[in-house]
């Protein structure tokens, strides 16, 4: 557990906010960051279509905050964009902006002017805040259904670095991933 001391700024539907206020009186959070933000593909309109599959797979939250645990999501993306988005996806999760902060710097996930991904989780004792835990890359897609459940079937994911017999479905990783307005519609 590292306790977090810096007192970071977001901005949600609601205001601004810090990181204690993201618990939303809980005492776990499990926190998204989201690509959102300039260099990532779909800027400034839509974020990373990775990220928007994992959160795709989130669903009714009730049954985290049943447990005492709050999810919410992060994006560098300024507030607009992100409640833009937020409504074409149809999503309900709590989504902030870190824009106006270092957040995303300090905990890993933008470097220069590289952006990530991943899922850090937060335990709260009082109005002390810890980060208990943190995953990126394929840590992040076991916690995404879509990968989890591909990867229970026969075919897998069909990416081409999985260990497949001759003739069985193969891509690339990555490039068959769309946002769940984008995928054509079969006849």
């Known amino acids: 557990m590292v306790r977090i001391d810096k007192d970071y ?3 949600g539907e609601r205001g601004k906010a810090n990181l204690l206020d993201l618990f939303n009186g809980r005492r776990q959070l499990i926190l998204y ?7 990532v593909g779909g800027w400034p309109s839509a974020g990373c279509v990775g990220c928007s599959c994992y959160l795709d797979g989130v669903g009714n939250l009730s049954h985290l905050h049943a447990r005492d645990t709050s999810f919410v999501v992060v994006s560098r993306a300024p507030l607009p964009n992100i409640l833009q988005y937020k409504k074409r996806m ?14 995303n710097v300090d905990f890993g996930v933008t470097k220069g002017e590289s ?9 709260r004792d009082g109005d002390n805040v810890f980060r208990t835990y943190f995953t990126t890359g394929r840590g992040d897609e076991m916690l ?4 989890a459940f591909l ?4 075919l897998g994911r069909q990416e081409n670095w999985e260990d497949s017999p001759e003739g069985w ?9 769309r946002r769940h307005d984008e995928y054509e519609t079969k006849p």
């Open 9 to 11: 700024v977001f901005e």
């Open 33 to 39: 960051h989201f690509m959102f933000a300039p260099g």
């Open 90 to 103: 149809g999503w309900a999760v709590p989504w902030f902006s870190s824009s106006e902060s270092d957040f």
């Open 115 to 123: 952006e990530g991904s991943g899922t850090s989780v937060f335990l």
């Open 144 to 147: 995404g259904s879509v990968w």
């Open 151 to 154: 990867d229970l079937t026969p």
């Open 169 to 177: 479905p193969q891509t690339p990783p990555y490039q068959w991933w």
